[in-house]
Nanobody, 117 residues
Framework: VQLQASGGGLVQPGGSLRLSCVAS????????MGWYRQAPGKQRELVAR???????NYADSVKGRFTISRDNAKNTMSLQMNSLKPEDTAVYYC????????????WGQGTLVTVSS
């Protein structure tokens, strides 16, 4: 599975961005997908994830501001980010895992989100 992330950029505090992650294969077969981020000097952290069945989880820091979704017909996962804060600045990575025997992890290349005035 190859993942292609896009949608990052520079936005002012309070603004919005929408990240997209396109998979090279049908995401119906993917057990779970999610977005992680890594800010300079910090460890990579989970932002949001969505299961094959549509269940979602969010980091406390983004609850109420970010919304994760998946479109099986377009093999795409998205992250709508509203009310962005400077502390949301990071490289955002899309992730997917498939369970077939063991767990297989796949990562996209990352897209930079900068929140600054």
């Amino acid at each position: 599975v190859q993942l292609q992330a896009s949608g990052g950029g520079l936005v002012q505090p309070g603004g919005s961005l929408r990240l997209s992650c396109v998979a090279s294969t049908s995401i119906v077969s993917i057990n779970g997908m999610g977005w992680y981020r890594q800010a300079p000097g910090k460890q990579r952290e989970l932002v949001a994830r969505i299961s094959r069945g549509g269940s979602t989880n969010y980091a406390d820091s983004v609850k109420g501001r970010f919304t994760i979704s998946r479109d099986n017909a377009k093999n795409t996962m998205s992250l709508q980010m509203n009310s962005l804060k400077p502390e949301d600045t990071a490289v955002y990575y899309c992730h997917a895992f498939v369970v077939r025997g063991g767990v297989e992890d796949y990562w996209g290349q990352g897209t930079l989100v900068t929140v600054s005035s």
